[in-house]
C-alpha cells in the first residue's frame, strides 16, 4: 500500500516562501499523477496543484505564478514550492497520489502552513 508524507509546512510572514516536500512509499512512484490540495478552517478542500507522469502541471488561479509544483522520481518526492505567501493561503495542504488504471488514490495526513499578517 502507498503512503504518503508530507513536510515543510511552518508558520512564516505575509510575502515568505516555503516548500512543502511528499514521499511516497513504494516502488511505482513514476506512474502516479501527484497533486497538492489545501484545507483552510471552516472551509472544503481545495485543489492547488497537479503535476502528471509526464511532468505536464496546472494550479488553481489563485496560486498561479506564485507556486510551482514539480517531481523528482529518483526520490519518490513531489514538491511545492509557494512564494509570495499570502494570509489566505493558510491552511493544511494536503498531498494525493492517483494512478486511475490501478484504482488508486491515496492522501498524506497533511502539512499546516500558516501565514500571519
Known amino acids: 500500500q502507498v503512503q504518503l508524507v508530507e513536510s515543510g509546512g511552518g508558520l512564516v510572514q505575509t510575502g515568505g516562501s516555503l516548500r512543502l516536500s511528499c514521499v511516497a512509499s513504494?516502488?511505482?512512484?513514476?506512474?502516479?499523477?501527484m497533486a497538492w490540495f489545501r484545507q483552510a478552517p471552516g472551509k472544503e478542500r481545495e485543489f492547488v496543484a497537479v503535476i502528471n507522469r509526464s511532468g505536464s502541471t496546472n494550479y488553481a488561479v489563485s496560486v498561479k505564478g506564485r507556486f510551482t509544483i514539480s517531481r523528482d522520481n529518483a526520490k519518490n518526492t513531489v514538491y511545492l514550492e509557494m512564494n509570495s505567501l499570502k494570509p489566505s493561503d493558510t491552511a493544511v495542504y494536503y498531498c494525493?497520489?492517483?494512478?486511475?488504471?490501478?484504482?488508486?488514490?491515496?492522501w498524506g495526513q497533511g502539512t499546516l502552513v500558516t501565514v500571519s499578517s
Open positions: 513504494g516502488r511505482t512512484f513514476s506512474s502516479y499523477t
Open positions: 494525493r497520489a492517483t494512478a486511475t488504471a490501478a484504482g488508486l488514490e491515496v
